[in-house]
């Protein structure tokens, strides 16, 4: 066919230059606009200065996309004294166009990545424009790019393995080669890349680990392949792919915590021992006695990720609240009213400074009384409901000057401690069994009401196994044992390292099924006089989603031809089979990074969607250039040699000039201006939803 | 004929070597393999059977005269029925014996054969699943009335039964057909629901009929054991791996107290198995579409499976499960080059109108019959919305039952968030704070929120806003669709009021207001349109109850909204009350529920307004089913439940594979008797393994099968395959659904997939024979294999022994002997401390 012609490698460079061209053009226009910290900036933006002064904190993602903005900021010289506190404060003064434009540059290889990865699958230059051209012109993508956020840093390492993974393939005929090593390596690298950015980009490991095996079965199913090359394969794809990413993502974790030493806000969420590694934390360099002896003073810490610290203080429990003793709470900072004494059960310590006395330390399955030192009362639980979680017991402070009663014994187990092995400081994980009831001292996340100065709740919980039972000793006051110095229990990397990853709580925004179909944007920067809205462009995404479903229509017709043995002669066949394999990839791709969010009942944001919009996007252009192509075969001869330009002329033409249309909600909006009420945007307005 | 259907066949008698060649043999001629095959379907059944065709003329005389098999079922009555297919299994009551009886039944469907008379007579008495059945039953109804109290769920069981002997409506999120199945057993002995369930342990009184409501899941969790047997059967597993996983759950102590008290799954399970069984039997009848045991099989298979879903929703995965199957077997048969379009569009159609016709069917006659016996106001009735509770005897019907229709100017209403939460539009004496938490600022107004008590707060007055007083005028002034009103709160005699002002916890809505005054520039906007959602239904009046509004604000055109956001303190906790430009949308939707007319300052005249007024009828209003049921559906689906979490007893779907903690059930007030539900450790593990074990042996082989070395010979490589596709994947549905599950879960979520654990276990049992006797022909090792078998079994038998009494409940333990069941410290079983 005549229009197909152009495969040569002058038209193919043509073609992807001029791609790249339109990529940069649209994107680095307006970079620096608006002037102000917009929507996420605000975290990210700060979590670069924080790289930048060193200072500690904690946050749910790992740390490879903040460690780039932090250094993109610090190679174009911003240093790192923003507070980007919110969004909308000007940046008057501060270089933060680098950032900007670095991160956009991340942002803008999204196109030309779209453009290869669509040509090594179907080797169709057509297919490779289309697929290309719906990336270039998305204007939730351009927004999304834009600015200071993970979001197009992720985009940068989720196309960038796909690519590898592509390129890859291609060199499948000349395998062991040094591009063959190059690709591999390039695939790992850029693997690692995504999934040390948010963990969302595990899909696409998953993506890439499915067509590996894929391609491996084929290998190990073809008998010409003995089994040891079948087994070099699979080892160096298992170096690539599986050893080389993570000894990347630890590398990158290994930067993070050496980066990262002083104190910062973060520390409350980390346990005792970490915090004893971070420079200006009261822990750093603190000194102890190792062994808990009866007659110490401690602060017992919820050994959870968060938990906070035991405590009282003289406020009684209201009325209607269990019996009206004392409150006990956990509280997240540090207080003197955190202060515990322990007791044997059955007799007062003795002095501290006596000498004479012999030391006794407190031993796993030890029965001991805990005396709040403050206010001389017991920890005491007994058979009444906990304030909030009414099914656990309630803890309270009872008796006077360490004079209580029967129920105030506790049963101290340590954690996979062996009976009667001598308690220790930070190390062991403790249960606090009270004798008499049998339930196990617990903390957790809720919150007691205002009587209770919003402290968190603590109860005595009648499942003794539930994790939130189980609390350390962190300060331990003993003048006659002697003091070890924290560092022999510091975490090394390995333990710092697992302990950094932790959930976080997420808002719920909106519904996973509400994205693909653009039923709501998400302001950007809403300052009057600037507004920018995050909003997919909606004839592209409405347009996937009608092309998906003719794929899912087009796949079912040729299964069944093929179930039903239809005849089909050997060109058709071949392309067919390419154009319908690479959609199956596109689409397992586009299934993984969206499929998986119904199944989170949280941290859902409608910027989710991208990742999965962009193998939609190729998916797309796939499937265009297939019907566009099998379309004159179908139409009156006459017809047939103008059907396919016009399809392309109609579709390039729809798409530049709908994306003229919408790119003032990515360029940003000037609603303070006089002609504003005419503006042609209002006109696009679609949806009721559509907020702008 | 397909190749791979055939197979299945073959595999079908994978005890009987010679005949299966003797069938491939036979391929050639359509009519001999058809013989050939009835015949092999004859010998399976070891403990004799008498399997007559009942069907279409023309296969029948090449039916080959049954065989006598020998004589060694247990005495058992054969019930015969003339519009039987062959292969249902006639479950006869085992109460009288007679073997002459069985013996002339032969003879006559001998003699049917003989003669073809109109009448066909199927009979087909197997007596492995009598057996079966009879054992289990008997386990399961040993002591049954003891322990004579509420065993966990019976608490809730048992007072939903109650409930429908007395008409109380109840709201349960789970679907009503096991419930009425207790209920109807309950009613049948004679329970009038007079029975208080408080708690867990309360001592049942004496009119409880305990054993009887007991019996239904006793029963239908015994026929689970002929179910299994035959489903191992049909999925060309030996008898004796059949009996096998029926013994393995017989003597399974969690499966035993599932099924012993009054609890679900013994139901549930029952009828999702046989729904699977009707659907693989289904398969046998390939050859022969749209014959009368085609449709048996397909019809049965749906109505089985729908009734799994009515018991539970859970079902739906096992329903899932079955239509899976059916698809596949549709898929290879779009491969056969036999069938014409025409025909397999056919086939298509029948199946597809099965599976919608009877499950739908099914279902709306179960809540129909659930909504035609609850017609009384009950404990849950809050849920719903006024209108369904008006419809209910006695609930709000006698609070509105005097209170007029008809909104006019002066009326006192108080108004119903309609779906969602229940709460009431409500206003005190209490303003927005100055500014709020992160810094923003409000109107300082009177707070507008929405209460979930009832409150004399909740009183508004509806006002026009072109009069002053605020009382019903002569003649009435109707408030109907698209009029402007007023809300003005009773107590404070402030209108509700919205302006451009971010409400507190919803900074992108308007925030909404009782106005005051306070004479700045802020000017009260308090007009609303009224939009009635069903203006149809009264002719545009706005009427109490039945109409559904919504207030759209005049001034910012936006609808009054229950944010579902709570307030902080200063708002006492209650939730919050916005307008919102987003009109279409569920929390927009109010209803009036009380309603009088009048408020004057003198009593007596409002008295003669009322005395005035149009009245509602004292009986309960009509409302459809359809209305009904969409309601309650609706509720069921979307209802959040409050999660319980922390239930100390509760589990992870991680450490069911284990068995790490079971529940107590019971304890008994004076002594250490207890019901506690635990698994047969043994059999436990052992299914982890085989799973385990199938998994990595299927890796195993399909690596090896990649490199074209075909280790099984194809027959057993598709049973292999077979077992995994229906046990493996039916285990795997019934299973992982579990992670995504943000509930409470206990251990007995797991049982419907711990079933085809066990049937697996019995298939890798069998498979491990298979291997030592074939494949390696070892005969000596499989001798000693089966000997292995059988120490196994009796060690199950033993460790089911140690912990009956755990599992009956009957027997009082000492401390010690409760220790000694403790085997894992994560079983907390229950000591009271002198």
């Known amino acids: 066919m005549k229009y197909r012609q152009c495969d040569s490698p002058a038209v193919w460079w043509a073609v992807f230059g001029a791609v790249c061209l339109l990529t940069a053009a649209t994107r680095f226009y307006n970079v620096g606009q608006p002037e102000h910290v917009v929507w996420d900036e605000t975290h990210f933006g700060k979590f670069g200065s924080w790289y930048i002064n060193r200072t500690f904190f904690f946050d749910v993602h790992p740390p490879l996309g903040k460690m780039l903005i932090g250094a993109f900021g610090y190679l174009t010289g911003y240093d790192g004294t923003f507070p980007f506190v919110k969004p909308g404060d000007s940046y008057e003064g501060v270089s933060y166009i680098g950032m900007r434009v670095c991160c956009t540059a991340m942002g803008a290889c999204l196109v030309p990545f779209a453009f290869i990865i669509v040509w090594e699958m179907t080797l169709s230059l057509p297919a490779a424009t289309f697929a290309s051209s719906l990336i270039l012109f998305d204007i939730g993508l351009l927004t999304l790019t834009q600015y200071i956020l993970l979001d197009p840093i992720l985009l940068f390492f989720i196309m960038g393995s796909v690519v590898g993974m592509v390129k890859f393939h291609a060199q499948r005929e000349r395998a062991f080669s040094g591009s063959w090593w190059g690709w591999l390596a390039f695939t790992g690298f850029m693997l690692s890349g995504s999934v040390s950015t948010k963990f969302v980009g595990l899909f696409v490991v998953v993506f890439v680990g499915l067509h590996t095996i894929a391609t491996l079965w084929d290998l190990y199913g073809d008998l010409r392949n003995p089994l040891s090359l079948v087994a070099k394969h699979f080892l160096s794809r298992a170096l690539g792919l599986i050893l080389l990413p993570i000894i990347l993502y630890c590398a990158y974790f290994y930067i993070h915590l050496t980066i990262l030493c002083k104190s910062g806000n973060g520390d409350g969420f980390y346990s005792s021992a970490f915090q004893s590694q971070l420079e200006g934390n009261s822990l750093y360099n603190a000194s102890m006695p190792l062994e808990l002896a009866y007659g110490a003073e401690i602060t017992l810490k919820n050994a959870r990720t968060g938990g906070g610290y035991l405590h009282s203080h003289i406020h009684l429990y209201p009325e209607g609240v269990g019996a009206r003793q004392q409150q006990i709470t956990t509280y997240s900072h540090k207080d003197f009213n955190n202060k515990w004494l322990v007791k044997k059960w059955n007799e007062e310590p003795a002095d501290w400074e006596d000498e004479d006395e012999p030391i006794e330390l407190v031993k796993n399955g030890d029965l001991v009384r805990l005396e709040h030192v403050p206010t001389g009362r017991n920890l005491h639980s007994h058979r009444e409901a906990a304030p909030v979680t009414k099914r656990h017991h309630q803890v309270t402070g009872y008796g006077e000057n360490g004079e209580g009663d029967v129920n105030d014994v506790w049963r101290v187990e340590v954690e996979g401690g062996a009976e009667g092995v001598p308690v220790k400081t930070v190390v062991h994980r403790l249960r606090l069994v009270h004798y008499l009831v049998g339930c196990a001292l617990m903390s957790h996340n809720k919150q007691l009401p205002k009587w209770g100065y919003e402290q968190m709740e603590v109860t005595c919980n009648p499942n003794v196994h539930d994790p939130n039972n189980l609390w350390n000793v962190e300060d331990n006051q003993f003048p006659r044992l002697p003091n070890s110095s924290f560092e022999i229990y510091a975490p090394n990397f390995i333990e710092k390292f697992i302990e950094s990853h932790t959930p976080k709580e997420g808002e719920i925004t909106s519904q996973p099924w509400q994205w693909p179909i653009n039923f709501k944007g998400q302001w950007f920067s809403a300052i009057d006089g600037f507004k920018v809205y995050l909003l997919g462009h909606p004839l592209i995404w409405w347009g996937n989603l009608v092309v998906l479903a003719a794929f899912v229509v087009v796949y079912c017709r040729h299964s069944y031809a093929r179930q039903r043995g239809a005849p089909i002669d050997a060109a058709t066949k071949a392309r067919r089979d390419r154009t319908l394999g690479a959609c199956g990839w596109l689409a397992l791709a586009w299934a993984l990074h969206y499929l998986p969010f119904y199944a989170m009942g949280r941290i859902l944001y409608f910027h989710h969607y991208f990742p999965a919009l962009l193998f939609s996007s190729m998916l797309t252009g796939v499937i265009l250039d297939y019907l566009f192509e099998s379309l004159p075969g179908l139409v009156p001869r006459y017809l047939a040699t103008t059907v396919y330009p016009t399809l392309t002329g109609l579709f390039y033409s729809t798409l530049a000039y709908s994306f003229y249309l919408f790119s003032p909600l990515a360029y940003g909006m000037h609603n303070l201006e006089p002609d504003w009420e005419n503006h042609t945007i209002h006109k696009m307005r679609w949806l009721d939803t559509w907020e702008f | ?834």
């Open chain 2, 1 to 834: 004929m397909d190749v791979g259907v055939r197979n299945r066949k073959n595999k079908a008698s994978p005890k009987s070597g010679k005949k299966t060649k003797a069938a491939e043999g036979g391929q050639t001629h359509p009519a001999d393999t058809d013989a050939l095959k009835r015949s092999i379907e004859k010998l399976q059944h070891l403990n004799e059977n008498i399997n007559r065709d009942s069907g279409d003329g023309e296969s029948a005389p090449d039916t080959p005269p049954p065989e006598t098999a020998p004589d060694s079922s247990p005495p058992s009555t054969p019930t015969t029925s003339p519009d039987d297919f062959p292969d249902k299994k006639v479950q006869s009551s085992p109460k009288a014996t007679r073997s002459s009886q069985q013996k002339k039944a032969r003879n006559s469907a001998k003699a049917s054969q003989d003669t073809q008379p109109p009448l066909k007579l199927s009979l087909h008495v197997d007596g492995m699943s009598v057996t079966l059945f009879v054992v289990s039953f008997l386990t399961r109804i040993w002591r049954l009335d003891s322990p004579r109290g509420i065993v966990f769920d019976e608490l809730h069981y048992g007072k939903y039964a109650g409930l429908y002997m007395q008409n109380t409506f109840f709201f349960d999120s789970q679907p009503p057909l096991g419930k009425q199945l207790i209920a109807f057993a309950a009613y049948l002995a004679g329970f009038d629901g007079g029975f208080k369930f408080e708690r867990i342990g309360t001592p049942y009184d004496a009119m409880v009929p305990v054993a009887a409501m007991r019996m239904v899941p006793a029963f239908f969790g015994s026929l689970l054991m002929p179910t299994v047997y035959n489903l191992m059967v049909e999925l060309g597993l030996s008898h004796y791996t059949g009996a096998l996983a029926a013994f393995l759950m017989i003597f399974d102590n969690a499966l035993l107290a599932q099924s012993r008290y009054i609890l679900m799954e013994g139901i549930l399970l029952f009828f999702g198995l046989f729904g699977l069984l009707c659907i693989l039997k289904f398969r046998r009848f390939y050859s022969r579409p749209y014959s009368l045991p085609w449709f048996g099989c397909l019809i049965l298979g749906a109505a089985s499976l729908t009734a799994c879903v009515c018991v539970r929703y859970f079902g739906i995965f096992t329903m899932l499960l079955g239509i899976g199957i059916l698809v596949r077997d549709f898929w290879e048969m779009v491969g056969d080059r036999m069938l014409s379009e025409r025909q397999l569009l056919g086939h298509l159609v029948t199946r597809a109108v099965i599976f919608t016709t009877i499950p739908v069917a099914l279902y709306l006659s179960c809540f129909y019959v659930h909504l035609t016996l609850l017609y009384k106001a009950g404990p849950n009735d809050n849920i719903m919305t006024s209108a369904f509770q008006a419809s209910l005897e006695g609930g709000l019907a006698s609070i509105i039952s005097n209170q007029p229709v008809k909104v006019v100017h002066g009326s006192q209403i108080t108004l119903r968030h309609t779906h969602g939460r229940t709460c009431w539009l409500h206003s005190h004496d209490a303003v927005y704070p100055v500014k709020y938490a992160d810094n923003r600022g409000s109107s300082h107004q009177q707070q507008v929120t929405c209460y979930s008590y009832k409150d004399v707060n909740n009183w508004w007055i509806v006002k026009k806003p072109e009069k002053e007083e605020m009382v019903v005028t002569e003649p009435h002034e109707p408030i109907r669709h698209g009029d402007v009103i007023q809300l003005v709160h009773g107590l404070s005699s402030r209108a509700l009021n919205a302006h451009d002002v971010a409400a507190p916890m919803s900074p992108h809505n308007q925030e909404v207001a009782a106005y005051i005054d306070y004479n700045v520039s802020m000017p009260a906007q308090t007009f609303w349109y009224v939009d009635l959602l069903n203006a149809d239904a009264t002719e545009g009046n706005w009427h109490a109850v039945e109409s559904q509004i919504r207030l759209i604000h005049v001034n910012s055109s936006q609808a009054l909204k229950f944010s579902g956001r709570q307030l902080p303190d200063w708002g006492f906790r209650q939730h919050e009350i916005v307008t919102d430009k987003i009109i279409d949308q569920e929390d927009t939707i109010w209803n009036v529920e009380e309603h009088r007319y009048g408020k004057t300052e003198d009593k007596k005249e409002r008295e003669k307004d009322l005395l005035r007024s149009e009245m509602i009828p004292l009986e309960r209003r009509n409302l459809t089913y359809w209305s009904k049921l969409y309601e309650l559906q609706y509720k069921m689906l979307f209802n959040n439940q409050e999660n319980v979490a922390g239930h100390m007893y509760a589990s992870e779907p991680l450490d069911w594979l284990f068995l790490k903690r079971g529940v107590a059930y019971w304890i008994s007030a004076n002594s250490n008797a207890q019901v506690h539900f635990l698994g047969n450790i043994v059999v436990w593990l052992s299914g982890t393994v085989a799973l385990l074990g199938y998994v990595a042996l299927f890796v195993v082989y399909l690596l090896r099968r990649q490199r074209s070395c075909y280790d099984l010979p194809e027959s057993a490589w598709n049973k292999f395959c077979t077992v995994g596709e229906i046990l493996g994947i039916g285990y795997a549905v019934h299973y992982f659904p579990y992670f995504l599950v943000d509930r409470t879960l206990f251990l007995h979520h797991y049982m419907p997939a711990y079933v085809f654990k066990i049937c697996l276990l019995a298939a890798m049992v069998e498979h491990g024979h298979y291997l030592l006797s074939e494949y390696l022909r070892a005969p000596r090792l499989a001798r000693a294999y089966l000997t292995g078998v059988g120490l196994w079994a009796a060690s199950i038998l033993y460790v089911f022994w140690f912990f009956s009494p755990v599992t009956y409940g009957t027997r009082d333990l000492t401390a010690n002997e409760v220790m000694s069941l403790a085997w894992r410290d994560t079983w907390d079983l229950i000591i009271h401390k002198q």
